[in-house]
């Protein structure tokens, strides 16, 4: 199965969650972010190709993590829909990303492929629930799920991914364990809209 994270707005979690996504289901990661964290097997093509490495298109398990360029669209980016079987868009709850993620989904929508949209960092329930009916309204109904503000992200990225495997009831990490847990059943939902497409 291939996936496909993209948004044409850049702060919005796509590669944390996007990395994370990709080593919960054991499949290949490929980014064309340069400030990817490395705890993972990162695939970093440079900004300035245009294509997607023909040795990459061949792999059947692979995440894909492409984001806009400064004010045009990664050539990749479509490269990459076509190879696709699910696209995600992460957002943010905020006016701006949320009108990005409008944009962006009426840009993959050609494709006729499943799309999902993770409204994340969420603090307060008022601004998803706001942004979720935003998106509707624009879009309609599609698979939207909520990821909320964390740490849990940056410590995969101080502490790595044994860290992520091993979260234990330890130092506080109780409710970094009931979040790990909340993320993976968001990541399940987008596996079974990608076996059910």
Avoid at 163 to 183: C, D, M, P, S, V
């Amino acid at each position: 199965m291939k996936y496909l994270f993209t948004s044409f707005k850049g702060g919005v979690g796509k590669t944390a969650i996007s990395i994370n996504f990709a080593d919960y289901i054991n499949h290949s990661y490929v980014t064309n972010d340069l400030s990817t964290p490395s705890h993972i097997q990162v695939e970093q093509i440079e900004t300035n190709r245009k294509r997607i490495p023909a040795h990459l298109t061949k792999i059947p398990d692979i995440v894909f993590d492409f984001g806009a360029m400064s004010t045009k669209v990664d050539p990749k980016i479509t490269q990459a829909l076509k190879l696709c079987d699910v696209i995600i868009i992460p957002t943010r709850p905020d006016p701006r990303s949320v009108a990005a993620t409008i944009e962006t989904y009426q840009f993959v929508k050609s494709e006729n492929k499943p799309i999902v949209i993770i409204i994340n960092h969420v603090r307060d329930e008022r601004k998803y629930e706001s942004a979720r009916k935003e998106i509707i309204k624009k879009l309609g109904t599609i698979p939207i799920f909520k990821i909320r503000e964390t740490t849990l992200f940056d410590r995969v990225t101080a502490d790595g991914i044994d860290w992520y495997q091993n979260i234990n009831h330890q130092k506080g990490e109780f409710q970094l364990n009931k979040t790990r847990l909340a993320h993976e059943a968001v990541y399940e939902a987008i596996v079974a809209i990608g076996d059910s497409a």
